[in-house]
């Protein structure tokens, strides 16, 4: 899987808007193929470091490789053709089509003409869209949502939204697929549909993955490499025991208060 996965190499980086620091000298490594995850509470920076790995955002310093590639100050759509696709904390689908349609928009940027190749029916577009199509049919198999083919995605619970949202990146077949959590507002069925669709994509596609998620039982299950953000700085990684045993990941999460109290409590008991 390794083999067509994308190594990840943050180095240094900081974010500034204005007086505000949200990334603080963060520096860490993602092998090729390796599940990972980026954790911490709201705030900590999470979002904005997914931004500058797939080009929102362009770091006040610092830079960004994958692959080998510095891609610090490349395009988003530069980025995206070099293998990376994302998804949204928020449902970003495109309103008005129907699921397959959605799906197949993720194939678009791996083609050679792109959209504007479908949009003027370019020569070769037939064969491309036929391609392109029997991809998404493999999508909505994989992520069992056939039935909904031809459903507008506005109409679709907000669960099955993100779903689709997942399949589109996954039409990319992404080398690095950035999650920004895909699982928030989920049902527990529906997480463990999740979970269990993600193992099996990265076993097809051989993609690195990085995930950004609250639900900590969800990180443990998936994760094998953990990166801890709190207030814009790197706060501790490793693997989930080395993590779930650090005594300043615990204190970021539970907060130094909730500490003092459990200590008061016991020495009142």
Do not use: W
């Not at 240094?12 to 990972?36: E, I, K, P, Q, Y």
């Not at 949204?88 to 309103?95: D, T």
């Amino acid at each position: 899987m390794s083999g067509c996965a994308h190594s990840v190499a943050v180095r240094n980086v900081t974010l500034r808007f204005g007086g505000v620091t949200a990334l603080n000298d963060v520096s860490f490594d993602l092998g090729a193929g390796t599940l990972g995850a980026l954790i911490g509470p709201n705030g900590a920076g999470k979002t904005s470091l997914f931004n500058c790995l797939s080009g929102l955002y362009r770091p006040t310093s610092g830079s960004v490789e994958i692959a080998g590639t510095d891609v610090t100050r490349l395009s988003t759509h530069r980025i995206a053709r070099l293998g990376i696709a994302r998804t949204f904390q928020s449902p970003s689908l495109f309103k008005g089509l129907d699921v397959i349609e959605n799906l197949m928009m993720g194939t678009y940027m791996e083609s050679s003409g792109g959209i504007l190749t479908s949009a003027f029916r370019a020569p070769g577009f037939a064969a491309s869209e036929a391609g392109q199509r029997e991809r998404a049919e493999e999508i909505l198999d994989l992520l069992e949502i056939p039935q909904h083919r031809h459903a507008s995605v506005e109409d679709l619970p907000y669960g099955l939204q993100k779903r689709v949202e997942f399949g589109r990146a996954l039409a990319a077949r992404p080398r690095l697929l950035l999650l920004d959590e895909p699982m928030a507002g989920m049902t527990l069925e529906e997480k463990e549909d999740m979970v269990a669709f993600i193992f099996e994509a990265r076993e097809r596609i051989g993609f690195t993955l990085l995930l950004v998620e609250h639900d900590m039982g969800v990180v443990m299950e998936i994760a094998e490499h953990i990166v801890v953000l709190n207030f814009g700085r790197k706060l501790s990684e490793g693997t989930p025991a080395q993590v779930r045993g650090d005594p300043s990941v615990v204190a970021a999460y539970l907060g130094e208060d909730a500490d003092a109290g459990r200590q008061e409590a016991a020495a009142d008991a």
